[in-house]
């Protein structure tokens, strides 16, 4: 009992924690009758938290928000599920047993997340929005746990939105094909921008998810990386705090921090690093295409890339200093490449 008026003290703490940004509105809740049952509403579903021994259940209640926040548990726990608190008719509502409130909180604040907001209609800039035929990249009506592949499929729309200007006002007379020559350079960077954050939020997924998993040995590559990032005075500590994965996962983020994701070396190297090996070679022989072609192909876009961002899309070797040229065809080819490698990994993932 003195467990439940603890926890209790602490969640009431946490709901005004949390709705102190005035984006969040999340409500606490604790049953009448079994009182260490407690909850917070807001999203599509609800998350439980009840106290066990020394520790916290944590508990996803509803289709939706199961759906949602699964993976986000499991790499917040650095594990799968420990049960269901619900078996009929059919197991549902898992739950992951802690030891750590710290876990409690990033849960709640994650699922806070979750809660929709209003969506933005009318005039923007004293201007009225245009009639363009765009795909909004973060749907109003549900705020979702990101996997890597959303991630790259909410980026590679805003390059095909950009595209699709093109296509929605290439009638207007008063418009010529010069002026959409900014939006195909945009459109490059964003394709190998969205790759780019595609692999990296693979990598720290897998990262995680490897050092999970105590049944098999990491390998050698992987080892090696980790042992560089961490000396053996944060090893030894993160050893004593039983936190190696949090520590972990922060120093990949910095280290990632100041790299990029582009090009053949660096994608293979360091899906290599997590399990996927020859991935030009796997992805070629899924779509039968040739391999060094879509290799020829990426360098190609991403080598451009570089040029549009860090020279304008000019020829600084020349003078006077020449702009390249560009059109739709060259900037639709450059997404459907993208769109076709990271949906192949996606794929490959799966299936392993």
């Known amino acids: 009992m003195e467990n439940t008026k603890i926890l209790k003290s602490k969640l009431i703490q946490l709901e ?54 699964y993976e986000f548990m499991c790499n917040l726990c650095g594990k799968n599920h420990n049960g269901y608190k619900q078996t009929k008719p059919e197991p549902h509502s898992p739950f ?7 876990l409690v909180k990033k849960a709640v ?12 209609k009318g005039e923007v800039g004293g201007k009225k929005n245009p009639n363009v035929d765009a795909i909004t990249s973060s749907p109003n009506d549900e705020i979702k746990s990101l996997t890597a592949y959303d991630i790259f499929e ?34 490059i960077v964003l394709s190998i921008s969205a790759l780019d954050a595609f692999i990296r939020k ?10 999970s998993d105590d049944t098999k040995e990491i390998n050698k590559e992987l080892s090696e990386y980790i042992k560089n990032l961490l000396n053996q005075d944060k090893l030894l500590e993160a050893a004593r705090k039983y936190n190696l994965l949090e520590k972990v996962e922060a120093a990949v983020k ?26 030009f070679s796997a992805v070629s022989i899924k779509n039968d ?26 020829d600084l070797n020349q003078t006077p200093h020449k702009e390249h040229d560009i059109n739709k065809t060259y900037a639709d080819k450059c997404i459907k490449i993208v769109r076709l490698f990271a949906t192949t990994i996606h794929e490959i993932m799966e299936e392993k």
């Open 154 to 187: 909410k980026c590679i729309i805003r390059a095909e939105n950009l595209i699709s200007v093109h296509s929605s006002t290439e009638k207007i007379k008063e418009i010529s094909e010069e002026h959409y020559c900014d939006c195909f350079r945009a459109a």
């Open 16 to 69: 005004e924690e949390v709705n102190s940004n005035p984006i969040y509105n999340i409500k606490f809740h604790q049953q009448k009758v079994t009182k260490e049952k407690m909850s917070f509403s807001g999203a599509d579903g609800r998350i439980w938290i009840q106290p066990f021994h020394s520790g916290y259940d944590i508990c996803l209640s509803g289709k939706s928000i199961e759906k949602q926040m």
């Open 109 to 120: 604040y994650h699922y806070a997340n979750y809660m929709t907001e209003p969506e933005t």
């Open 254 to 279: 910095d280290d990632f921090s100041t790299k990029s994701f582009q090009g053949e070396w660096k994608i293979n190297s360091y899906l290599n690093m997590v399990g996927y090996k020859d991935i």
């Open 289 to 314: 295409v040739n391999e060094k072609n879509l290799i020829k192909n990426l360098t190609l876009f991403t080598n451009r890339r570089h040029v549009i961002a860090h020279s304008g899309d000019y």
């Open 96 to 102: 992951w047993r802690v030891v750590d409130f710290k």
């Open 202 to 211: 693979i990598v720290i997924t897998e990262i995680r998810r490897l050092l």
